[in-house]
């Protein structure tokens, strides 16, 4: 009890310490003069970040999890939008109010259930995203409705009728359906401020939707229909385009105008020829935001955000930024789109996103992000003191991450009071996902305090909360397979892939292989036990495993399986299967690992016996 007590006043400190440091929201709503965006007096424009999950996660991905969707808690939210505030922004879209779709398993949450009927519990998740904007300094888009199928849209409300997706634009049930909802998020009461929505000033706009397809009537009929109940808040048209479409440059109910770029689309030019043409067309009419852009080169990218700063355009939002997961590292997200190449960005960025240039794009984003608002560029902050989980097993070491932090020193302890020894050192969170981040397999048999202190180039925050006695009854080799280093042997043709990552459940770094191809293990005493999480991109063809006293001759071991799949969803998940075995035998120092058909291997952890001192 006491550790389950030092734990939890540490995340209260970590949550008021995010309160504090919060830079408070002019209570001015932002309004639009000609083609400009102002707040109060003064012109508002921004550099800054999409972030799809934070009114609802879609990428809860550990290896036994069922149902990848769940909604954000506060850790989460304060963590998103102090991340957008250092790193110079100001605005943040989030996705869609998602609808209940069809084949949604038990336990998705959605903001829409049916005509008139709405999820409280994911609408005081929205209270509380609305809250930490305004108390971290930031504006929120919000679109109303989507247009593809990834958390409900059009296709469902039409579907609660009976009706075809594209009925959605003209049906007068439809319509009103959808009215329907918009009144009840622009007219909802904050549960915890007690605000109205529509009198509240975080919200910077209400834009009609994702990517729209949607007809001109369409359009000016739902902008009309907020502005009728929203006087203080600007109406952007959500229409799906790279190039502004003149009936909404010309529509009195559309406030701003937006287009979103990304490569593959009809048109030659590039990002940053676009912008400026369509500055040019929106110049002296309404103001213009680039409402998503990316899965470019850095300097490609760099060029657009030029093109954003150089004209009178308003701002620009990039296409996406992941934050801390509660359980510890990031929320990944690979993006179907994204040439198999482009995840979802996490601040600061890591040597894992080196294939699409994460650490220079993500400083060069700051960099405009704060020259747009005229503000000088100040050093990153050291980061606050991470919050270190409970642990059961010095083997699964995690913590909820710091804003800011590169790395992680982890220290352990025989005794609450020291003397601290480092464990482990220039930990780089973004290496495991959804996985323990720490593996202490260098300590002895005994019992053990740990904590943990969060650096980057700045400085090295003051010690996390700690945690133990931990007793240490086992060694643990633990193997995430981003290379070969701790395998003793390899047979055949295995390869590590780091391609598909989405369909492993963002699992980057993976041992492919086929039948007849093996891993093989040495520990320095006698195998315990074992866990392989493995993922079939077809068929299930389950392991083989045997073990070993000298390596050379092998024996038999039987392991339980678990099949942790509820089907392929829309990213066409592959099966992923646990495999694990206890009371091995007193003998074997050896483990080979074989395969009996098309298979990716994630991760090996093996107990043994500990290390006499």
């Known amino acids: 009890m006491k550790n389950l007590n030092l734990f939890s006043v540490g995340c209260l400190l970590l949550f008021a310490s995010a309160i504090v440091r919060a830079e408070p929201v002019s209570r001015d709503f932002i309004t639009a003069r000609g083609d400009r965006l102002f707040e109060g007096d003064k012109p508002f424009r921004f550099i800054s970040w999409d972030i799809p999950n934070l009114q609802l996660i879609e990428d809860d991905l550990p290896f036994a999890e069922l149902n990848p969707w769940r909604l954000p808690d506060r850790f989460e939210i304060n963590d998103a939008l102090a991340t957008v505030r250092q790193m110079g922004g100001t605005v943040v879209r989030t996705y869609v109010i998602s609808v209940h779709r069809t084949n949604d398993a038990p336990g ?115 902008a009309a229909y907020i502005k009728s109940l929203d006087t203080n808040h600007l109406v952007m048209d959500g229409f799906n385009a790279n190039e502004l479409r003149p009936e909404s440059l010309a529509m009195p109910e559309v406030d701003i105008v937006t287009t979103h770029h990304y490569p593959g689309s009809k048109t030659k030019k590039s990002f940053a020829q676009l912008i400026r043409e369509n500055a040019a067309k929106a110049k002296g ?131 609450s ?77 295995l390869a590590i892939q780091t391609r598909n990552s989405r369909q492993a459940k963002e699992d980057a770094y993976r041992a492919a292989g086929n039948a007849g191809d093996a891993l093989v293990y040495q520990v320095p005493t006698s195998v315990q036990g074992f866990r392989v999480f493995a993922f079939f991109p077809h068929d299930v063809a389950d392991l083989k495993f045997a073990g070993s006293a000298d390596g050379k001759v092998y024996h038999d071991i039987s392991a339980a399986e678990g099949l942790h799949f509820q089907g392929p969803g829309d990213y066409k998940y592959w099966k992923p299967v646990l495999y694990q075995a206890g009371n091995v035998g007193p003998d074997f120092k050896f483990l080979k690992i074989e395969l009996t058909g098309e298979t990716q291997i994630g991760r090996v952890e093996i107990t043994y016996a500990p290390e006499k001192n």
């Open 108 to 222: 998705v949450p959605r903001h829409v259930l049916g005509p008139g009927r709405f999820n409280e519990e994911a609408f005081r998740t929205l209270d509380q995203v609305i809250q930490a904007a305004n108390e971290h300094g930031i504006r929120l888009i919000i679109p109303l409705v989507d247009n593809w199928i990834w958390q409900g849209g059009r296709a469902e409300y039409a579907g609660f009728r009976g009706k075809l997706k594209d009925d959605f634009w003209t049906d007068p049930q439809i319509i009103a359906d959808f009215k329907e909802t918009i009144r009840f998020v622009l007219l909802r009461t904050n549960t915890l401020t007690g605000i109205v929505y529509s009198d509240d000033p975080a919200i910077l706009c209400w834009e009609t939707g994702n990517e729209l397809q949607s007809p001109a009537p369409w359009t000016r009929q739902i």
């Open 417 to 493: 009071s020291g003397p601290w020894f480092v464990a482990g050192d220039g930990i780089d969170e973004s290496l495991a996902q959804y996985r323990p981040l720490f593996a202490d397999q260098a300590v002895s048999s005994s019992q053990w305090y740990y904590r943990v202190r969060a650096a980057n180039t700045t400085g090295v925050s003051e010690p996390s909360n700690l945690f133990g006695p931990v007793p240490v009854t086992h060694g643990t080799l633990v193997d995430e397979l981003a290379d070969f280093s701790k395998v003793h042997a390899i047979e055949g043709g």
């Open 285 to 415: 009419r309404k103001p213009y935001v680039i409402g998503e852009f990316g899965f470019v080169s850095t300097s490609q990218m760099e060029e657009a955000i030029k093109a954003i700063v150089e004209t009178h355009t308003s701002g620009g939002l990039l296409w996406s930024l992941r934050f801390h997961d509660r359980d510890g590292g990031f929320y990944w997200h690979s993006e179907p789109s994204g040439g198999n190449q482009y995840k979802a960005f996490h601040w600061p960025g890591s040597p894992i996103g080196a294939l699409y240039d994460e650490i220079n794009l993500l400083a060069m984003v700051r960099h405009y992000a704060f020259e747009i608002r005229e503000i000088a560029e100040p050093p990153v902050p050291v980061p606050a003191p991470p919050t270190l989980l409970p642990i059961t097993d010095v083997a699964a070491i995690s913590w909820q991450g710091s804003v800011g932090a590169s790395s992680y020193t982890v220290e352990r302890a025989p005794k």
